[in-house]
DNA sequence: CCATTGTTTGACAACGTTGTCAACGGTCGT
DNA sequence: ACGACCGTTGACAACGTTGTCAAACAATGG
């Protein structure tokens, strides 16, 4: 019933505690006699090994920090509330971390904050993992991610590629955005409207981009007045969807940067008289509530907890054997199709 | 550059380690001028403590694990994906633990799991945490709670009262549901239906109850017919919708258990022709995405993030103090109107 | 003025694990 | 048969902090 240490492991198998160490971290040069003799003692005792201990005594943590940003980002919900990332960043990374006897904790931080680098080194002073996950937009922090490297701690960012510096996790949103476009041009739509992100994520620029790519290649001339802005917020797709859809030309089908501005356009189309035949909506993210919506919104999926994955896998690498994996992790993305898309009348 | 302890900043106070460790804790018994000279090479040497160190020497891990189960929830999305509680947990507690300089870590155990207790009791052993945050349906666990306790380890129980076996943190249901059906009696709906929750769930009972309450309260009689069956999930949600609503003596207003169901009955409606206007609904959870539906949907908020922060500040104050606090603490919720509600017409 | 009590400070051990290094015994090559 | 080498095992220090205890000193009461 009291607490259970390496020393107790040892005596019940009769060998010395650093046998036991081994056996526990799967070093080489045991014999498969006393291997066993020590196993069951573990098993019998119930040892599972301290991790402050750990991190005591030899060089790692068995800790991961992913720094979030719970106001900036691109699929937020309205009024700041509700992030999927980090549920299923952490459902996503569960199983490999498990596997290794690792840990991944959240540190929520906001990106503008001037003090952002005192807060990051208090991080690593007071939890000193083994490695770090970006989120966006702390992925695009190119400063921040120097001065991790300058310390040695290997790092994530999530959503964009690393090009060389820190591991880069993400998927293609040009490529996204294009495939996303295109699935509206083979339901036999032509003018196509575009509700863009804030320039502010690297994403909205690359969606944008690949929205141009597929009108291009199906020879449809892009139209300026088709494409508005937006922030992300639910307002600003308010915004959009109502320059667009009250145009005389307006556009069959839109597409928003994210989920929000997308049942923003559902919403002011339903105000508008205009139900789904006559207008398709498609938007990036598939954040959970999409498909709840009537009718549910065809949405471009987010590899998220596969990138979580992804990043626990590269970090726990780095951390056991040293080596050094390729920089860059391109993860396909989902084109999940639902109602609100439809062949145009 | 490297790392900064506890013995350079005694060097560079020219006090001894103990003091440098009496000041960071706000030990009492030391002077103001070694406090000073202290906290003068805390600043300049920016250091902060290591936890593990922390674990290692004192009693204290500063570190407060929250169990969730990512399957089987109340306010769950369609097919297990998105969870809303752990983000708003950890947004709630993020204050309350900076200020204290503790952490707050998530573990995903599953309920049904024939070997949780044994995962529990690993996590305890891995981690040592100062405290344990128990969320629905591990709040429930009786069996979970007592072997938490025996090994002494501080419990919040979330979303079900404490009934003095550790804290219990949160709602009264019985009455949110009597207040939303309120409302909607307010709004001259005579004829309200219910979809009811899973009965795994103790809330569903008294969400029940409190639906009945009302009623009984405004003289209106309980009608058996609008009471339908449901399991929390969207299908579940439409089946149950689509038996109330087909009924030749429909009724004017539904209250759903939960917001899927609330959804799929927004769905259903409108597969059958009908508008907000001849039918109100109203849920329970307030989950992200329902203030983006059309329409809005009218829902209870349970203060999740209100109740992380409590939660957090219990097990801080036993573990800090070793005092003990009331084990019951009831928070408000909130009734959050849109448009899903109207005046009856 | 002394005995007593309380306040402030520091020396040192302890926490549970891993890193380092040395000792031991066996195998191989000559 | 001997030395060199390798695989296996264990003794011991180290990690950075807090708990314990004692020393030094100040304040209080008789």
């Known amino acids: 019933m009291t607490k259970v240490t390496i020393r107790h492991v040892a005596e019940a198998a009769g060998v010395a505690v650093k046998t036991v160490s081994r056996v526990m971290n799967g070093e080489p040069n045991v014999t498969r006699d006393l291997q066993d003799r020590v196993m069951k003692a573990v098993d019998q005792l119930g040892y599972v090994p301290s991790m402050a201990a750990r991190r005591m005594g030899g060089r790692r943590s068995y ?20 992030n999927d990332w980090i549920d299923q960043m952490l459902h996503g990374a569960m199983l490999t971390c498990e596997a290794h006897g690792y840990r991944m904790l959240f540190e929520l931080v906001q990106a503008g904050s001037e003090d952002l680098d005192r807060k990051v080194v208090a991080i690593l002073s007071a939890l000193q993992p083994d490695g770090i996950i970006l989120t966006p937009p702390h992925s695009q922090n190119l400063a921040l991610v120097e001065m991790l490297t300058r310390r040695n701690v290997p790092v994530v960012r999530m959503g964009v590629p690393g090009k060389g510096v820190g591991f880069g996790v993400f998927m293609d949103d040009r490529a996204a955005a294009a495939e996303a476009t295109r699935h509206l041009i083979d339901l036999g739509h032509q003018r196509i409207g575009f509700i863009a992100g804030s320039p502010r994520f690297e994403a909205s620029r690359q969606r944008l981009d690949g929205y141009a790519d597929a009108l291009h290649q199906a020879d449809i001339g892009m139209d300026e007045a088709l494409i508005a802005p937006g922030d992300f917020t639910f307002e600003s797709g308010v915004t959009a969807a109502e320059a667009l859809l009250s145009r005389s030309d307006r556009p069959t089908a839109i597409l928003a940067s994210n989920d929000e501005m997308a049942l923003a356009t559902l ?67 989902g084109l999940e199709v639902r109602g609100s898309t439809t062949r145009v009348t």
Chains 1, 2 share one sequence.
Do not use: C, Y
């Not at 800790?63 to 509700?82: E, H, K, M, P, Y």
């Open 63 to 82: 800790l991961l920090v992913a720094l979030n940003d719970r106001q900036n980002t691109i699929n937020n919900w309205r009024s700041g509330r509700g």
């Open 267 to 333: 919403h002011v189309a339903s105000r508008l008289g205009i139900r789904v035949p006559d207008l398709s909506v498609i938007s990036f993210d598939d954040t959970p509530g999409v498909r709840l919506s009537v009718p549910g919104l065809t949405s471009v999926r987010q590899p998220i907890s596969e990138m979580a994955a992804k990043a626990a896998e590269l970090l726990i690498g780095v951390s056991r054997t040293g080596e050094t994996a390729p920089s860059d992790h391109l993860l396909p993305f």
